[in-house]
Each structure stands twice: as structure tokens, then as C-alpha cells.
């Protein structure tokens, strides 16, 4: 019988101090698998001058905050990030470490779990612990984590396991798990030395422009989302119209995006958002799997399409078959109408 | 100054087509049973080798892990201006993960002594983005992931990378790996004469022998990862109610909508 100790770590992304939602999200999650588990759930914090944010990664579900602060991770590089969390994991041997699925989780979950040789699953939707027989060798192996995600293009749900590799890595897409309310907790703040003296790094930041995102999708409960079926520019802006109607905001599928309707930012599916609003409003959207992939966890999900074969209303609650362009006018009249 | 480039490409299912059982039992994918097309962002990563030659001098080696049937886009690499290209093929590379992956390529890549190497951010067929920051890490480079331009500067690359909340520019000490997302620009057209020369060109093979690989690092030996459950998608019904493109069924949806405080 194999079975694991240790901590359950998430990986607490943090840039210019302030702390990435996916941390908090990771942390409701991670606070499942600790349970189960009968283990600590740590954060990883690393920066310089980031003690102030531990306190709210405690309130988040954390037993343990693991900081690393110094003054040369001032700004995310790869090398010396990557060398610091694997010094910190041969140090304190954590049976699983998860990351966010974001641009930054992404550069460096792989280079670490490289350095370790150890597993790593990409973009997980759904994580669970479970149990694991090896068909090949007979091998049975309990209370492993099972990492869940979709596969080829979002046709296929894959569970994943790595069974003898320590510590079990995983990242997760953004928006997928829920964090947790925040409760005032106590918890251990543990600082651990960046020991970069001698490391030279090869890589010089020369400038940081941040994008100051006025489309807040993940945040909306109501988003009104376009695809190809749309036709033009000029027929998007109803969308415009009908989110303002509700106090919602404006997605695209990767066809509308593509197409030039809406900007890349409004991306929703496989390569752009995963979102769950409490009412998506699918507009010329036929629907095919890498835009479900994001979207369809939504709440409740009105489609309207002129194809009553669409596969949108396979997973719509309701459907309209009709053209947009009529459809969508009489609903902002209506909600005006109030 | 001139610069020595090597590109990892793969040929991919077209995971956008899948139809019908594309998975064997083993969890691993039937590729034969899809249209095989060159890796969309492997195309942006080759781009932007072509463009570092174009503008500095220097060379570009393609290499590719696959099946025999990888041949194809090493060949629309040779159609660019490829100067070689070189395809891994084994059994002993057979089901690796991206950790096995990453060691064979970075023994491939090696040979070559690069001062540039270029991957695509991610295939389509697992969208992992891990094989790149792996090759790097395991040749000791420092990575350059979502890599949207690239110049030089006093013998450091001078990169513009995607964040995620921003762009960001940086001097990178050579050599150094770059992943590269659509957004650097699209694969030039094939050159017709280049097409007549390579048409029937046979790639070189490289076993796992010949770049002195550690058999116990390829494949599902050297794989930490396992598939334990394979699930098709399912969409799911969901209480399914049609609703008239007319007023006076939009209205009654928008009541039961605001009766159920789903909207305000």
C-alpha cells in the first residue's frame, strides 16, 4: 500500500503585491483536498514586502503561509522563482502543489516540475482524491490526487494521476474553482530564506506595461456573448446594448474575436476565459466545444441562434430560434420596460 | 552577428475535426484516426526563426518527435527556408508525457549547440504549454514564454512577451528558448522553388540511440504521469424550454428571469 504525507500547497500568485484571485481559488480548492486528506494547507508566498498579504490567504482557507521575500523577486522571473520553490519543496516535501493556469503559473509550474522530475497536469478543471491501481504492474496506491481536465480541443475529460513522482503538481484554470468566504482564522506565518546571494540571473527586466482591463468577465453576473452567427460589427454593438440593459458585460466566441466583432479580451472558451455568470445570453453562437469548454458551468444559459440544430441548445436552458436582430431589440424593450 | 536557431515542431491531430472514438483503450490518442496538420503555434515559433535569419544571418534547424509521418512538416519547414530539419523517431520515445518529451527534445536540441531555440506556446492536441519551459530548463537556459517580438542588444535578446496583465520587455543572455504565441506573426508562404526541391526529400532520423538518451528518461518509463480515466463530452440537457422570437414570450422568459432574481 502506498499513501502520502505532507502539506497541500497552492502556489500564491502575487504581482506589484497584490494578490492574483486565482490564490484564493486554489485555496478553496486546496482546503477540500487538506481536509480529506487530514493534512495542513499551505500558501506559498513569494515577493518582496509581501507579509501583508498573508493574513488574507489565511482568512482564504490557509493553515500555513510559506514566504519567501527578498529583494530580488521583486518581479516574477522564471530562473530564480523556479529555484527558490524548489529549494523550499526539497526542504518541507509537500505531497501536492497546485498552480494557477495563468501566464505566470504556466512558466513556472513547468520548469519546476522539470527540475524535480516529477508530474505535472496542465489546465485542470476539477481535482479529487482518489485511488489509483497500476493496470501494468498491479500496484495500488491510495489517496492520490486526481487531476481532471479536458483533452484534444475540450472532447475529451482526462483524469490524470502521478502516483510515484512526489509532490503531485497540477495547475488550474482561472475562474474554475470557488474561493472560499473569508473568515477571520489563525494561522503560522513561516518566512524561509531566498538564498540568491551567489545566483546570477539571466534575464533583465526593462519595462512593464499593465494593461488596465476595463472587461471584467469573470466578475459579471450577467454577460451577453457573440459568436460568428452575429454577421457584422455593427450588429455586436446590440450585445453592447442589451449587457448595458442588464448590468452585464460583453464576451466573444473565438470565431467573433477572430472575425474582428470584439476585442481578444473578451474571449470566452478553451484559449480565452472560463466563465460561470449567473445568466449567459449566447448570441450566433453554434456552439462548438472549446467555447462550451468556458462557458457552460454558466448558471443559466439562453441561446439564440437561427439554427435550431446548433449545438448551443444542448446546453441552453432556453432556446430561441430566431434572428438576433430581432430577438435581442424586443429584449432590451422589455427589460426597459420594467 | 548571426544566429544559430533550432525549432521544435509536431504534427498534431486537428483537434478542432475530432469525430467518432479518437482515444485508444490505453487512454493514448488514435492518431491515425484524424487529419494530421502542422501545430498552429509551431507555425508562429518557425516564423519567427525565418525572421531572426532574415534579418541577421545565421541558420535554422527543425526538428520534430513523431511518427514517420511527421515527414510532412518538416517538409513545409524546407518550403520556408529551413536550412536542415531532422525528425526523432523511436518506440522508445512511445508514450511520453511532457516531462520524457522535454528530455528527448533537449538531447536533440543539444546536438546543435543553438543560440536560440524556438517551441510554439502549446499544441492543440494537449495544450499543455509545458514541453517548452522543460527543453529550457533541461539545457539550462532561462525560458521566454508568450514571446511576441524579438531583436538584439549587445548580445542579449531583446524580447516583448505576453503576461497575461501587460507587456513585458526584457534582455535575455543567449542561449535562450522562446515560446511564441499567434501574436508574433504568420508563417510566410511556401517558396515554389523551394517546394520543387524538397518535394520527395526524405528528413534525417535520429533514434533515441543517437542523441544519447537515457532509456529510463523516454517514454512511459521516463513518464511520471499516467492516464487513469478517459471521458467523452457529453453535452448534457438541461431542462431544455423553447421560447418564440415573439414579444410576448420574451416578456414572460424576462418575468420568470426577474421572478427567480437571476436578473435585477
Known amino acids: 500500500m502506498n499513501t502520502r504525507s505532507g502539506e497541500v500547497w497552492v502556489y500564491a500568485e502575487q504581482e506589484e503585491g497584490v494578490q492574483s484571485d486565482i490564490a484564493f481559488e486554489l485555496l478553496g480548492k486546496g482546503r477540500e483536498l487538506a481536509d480529506k486528506l487530514g493534512t495542513k494547507l499551505a500558501a506559498v508566498l513569494v515577493g518582496s514586502n509581501v507579509q501583508g498579504l498573508a493574513q488574507a490567504l489565511i482568512n482564504s482557507g490557509a493553515d500555513i503561509v510559506h514566504i519567501v521575500d527578498d529583494p530580488k523577486l521583486v518581479n516574477y522571473i522564471g530562473l530564480p522563482y523556479r529555484r527558490v520553490l524548489t529549494s523550499l519543496i526539497k526542504k518541507i516535501s509537500p505531497q501536492i502543489f497546485l498552480f494557477g493556469a495563468t501566464h505566470m503559473g504556466r512558466d513556472l509550474a513547468p520548469a519546476v516540475a522539470s527540475e524535480l522530475r516529477c508530474g505535472l497536469t496542465a489546465d485542470c478543471t476539477d481535482l479529487q482524491i482518489g485511488d489509483y491501481t497500476d493496470k501494468k504492474t498491479g500496484e495500488n496506491f491510495t489517496n492520490i490526487l486526481h487531476q481532471i481536465r479536458p483533452a484534444f480541443g475540450g472532447n475529451i475529460i482526462a483524469t490524470i494521476v502521478n502516483p510515484r513522482n512526489w509532490p503531485q503538481m497540477a495547475t488550474v484554470r482561472e475562474g474554475v474553482m470557488k474561493a472560499l468566504e473569508r473568515t477571520e482564522r489563525s494561522g503560522e506565518v513561516i518566512n524561509h530564506a531566498a538564498e540568491l546571494d551567489d545566483f546570477q540571473i539571466p534575464v533583465e527586466i526593462v519595462s512593464i506595461l499593465r494593461k488596465h482591463s476595463s472587461v471584467n468577465l469573470k466578475g459579471a453576473r450577467v454577460i451577453v456573448c457573440g459568436g460568428a452567427g452575429v454577421g457584422s460589427k455593427e450588429n455586436f454593438q446590440l450585445l453592447h446594448d442589451l449587457a448595458d440593459a442588464l448590468g452585464g458585460a460583453v464576451g466573444g466566441s473565438r470565431a467573433a474575436v477572430d472575425l474582428g466583432y470584439c476585442e481578444h479580451e473578451r474571449q470566452i472558451g478553451q484559449t480565452g476565459v472560463t466563465v460561470r455568470p449567473a445568466l449567459m445570453i449566447s448570441c450566433g453562437i453554434s456552439g462548438a466545444v472549446q467555447h462550451l469548454a468556458g462557458m457552460q458551468d454558466s448558471q443559466k444559459i439562453i441561446a439564440i441562434n437561427t439554427d435550431k440544430d446548433a449545438p448551443i441548445f444542448k446546453v441552453a436552458h432556453y432556446g430561441i430560434v430566431g434572428d438576433l436582430k430581432v430577438v435581442i431589440p424586443m429584449l432590451i424593450k422589455t427589460l426597459k420596460a420594467k | ?264
Open chain 2, 1 to 264: 552577428m548571426s544566429y544559430t536557431s533550432v525549432v521544435c515542431i509536431k504534427q498534431v491531430p486537428d483537434t478542432a475535426k475530432v469525430t467518432g472514438k479518437a482515444m485508444k483503450e490505453d487512454g493514448t490518442i488514435n492518431r491515425a484516426a484524424l487529419p494530421a496538420i502542422f501545430n498552429p503555434e509551431d507555425t508562429n515559433a518557425l516564423e519567427a526563426a525565418l525572421s531572426v535569419k532574415e534579418r541577421f544571418g545565421g541558420k535554422v534547424i527543425a526538428i520534430t518527435m513523431g511518427l514517420p509521418a511527421a515527414q510532412a512538416i518538416l517538409r513545409e519547414a524546407l518550403y520556408r527556408g529551413v536550412d536542415e530539419v531532422y525528425l526523432v523517431t523511436d518506440r522508445k520515445a512511445a508514450g511520453s508525457d511532457t516531462l520524457a518529451t522535454s528530455y528527448i527534445l533537449s538531447k536533440a536540441v543539444e546536438r546543435f549547440s543553438p543560440d536560440l531555440v524556438f517551441c510554439g506556446r502549446q499544441a492543440i492536441d494537449g495544450d499543455t504549454a509545458q514541453t517548452g519551459p522543460q527543453i529550457a530548463e533541461k539545457l539550462g537556459m532561462p525560458a521566454v514564454t508568450y514571446l511576441e517580438s524579438i531583436d538584439f542588444k549587445d548580445g542579449r535578446a531583446l524580447v516583448q512577451r505576453d503576461i497575461g496583465t501587460g507587456v513585458e520587455t526584457d534582455l535575455v543572455e543567449l542561449p535562450a528558448l522562446f515560446t511564441v504565441t499567434e501574436k508574433f506573426g504568420e508563417l510566410r508562404p511556401a517558396d515554389v522553388r523551394l517546394v520543387m526541391k524538397y518535394k520527395n526529400y526524405e528528413p534525417n532520423t535520429l533514434s533515441c540511440d543517437d542523441i544519447a538518451c537515457d532509456a529510463s528518461r523516454c517514454g512511459f518509463a521516463g513518464s511520471p504521469t499516467s492516464v487513469n480515466k478517459i471521458e467523452s463530452v457529453v453535452l448534457a440537457g438541461k431542462g431544455f424550454k423553447s421560447i418564440e422570437p415573439k414579444i410576448d414570450a420574451i416578456e414572460a422568459l424576462v418575468k420568470e428571469l426577474r421572478d427567480e432574481h437571476t436578473i435585477g
